[in-house]
């Protein structure tokens, strides 16, 4: 049975920052190329960033230069450094697989006041 298990989301001031993770089990974690999403309410699910089997990373334009994706396989987990954080972003967190979908999660909650 996958599991995505999302955590460290939080209220923060604008300007600050949260390290969010995401532990996996039940997928052969190496394997997979990885991503965390957002959706804000009343807006769709968007890709905030990924990283490859190989530790390639990609980011979407709003959170260039602000946040960090990385991965530890041998934890099989993969986490989101978030800085400089904006009321934007703003959002419901989860991560999932870039390319494959699995079972999603039950997300983390970021809210960043102004």
């Known amino acids: 049975q996958v599991q995505l298990v999302e955590s460290g989301g939080g209220l923060v001031q604008a300007g600050g920052s949260l390290r969010l993770s995401c532990a996996a089990s039940?997928?052969?974690?190496?394997?997979?190329?990885m991503a965390w999403y957002r959706q804000a309410p009343g807006k769709q699910r968007e890709l905030v960033a990924s990283i490859s089997r190989g530790g390639y990373t990609n980011y979407a334009d709003s959170v260039k230069g602000r946040f960090t994706i990385s991965r530890d396989n041998a934890k099989n987990t993969v986490s989101l450094q978030m800085n400089s954080l904006k009321p934007d972003d703003t959002a419901a967190y989860y991560c999932?697989?870039?390319?494959?979908?699995?079972?999603w999660g039950q997300g983390t909650q970021v809210t960043v006041s102004s």
């Open positions: 999932n697989g870039r390319y494959t979908y699995y079972d």
């Open positions: 039940g997928i052969i974690f190496s394997s997979n190329d």
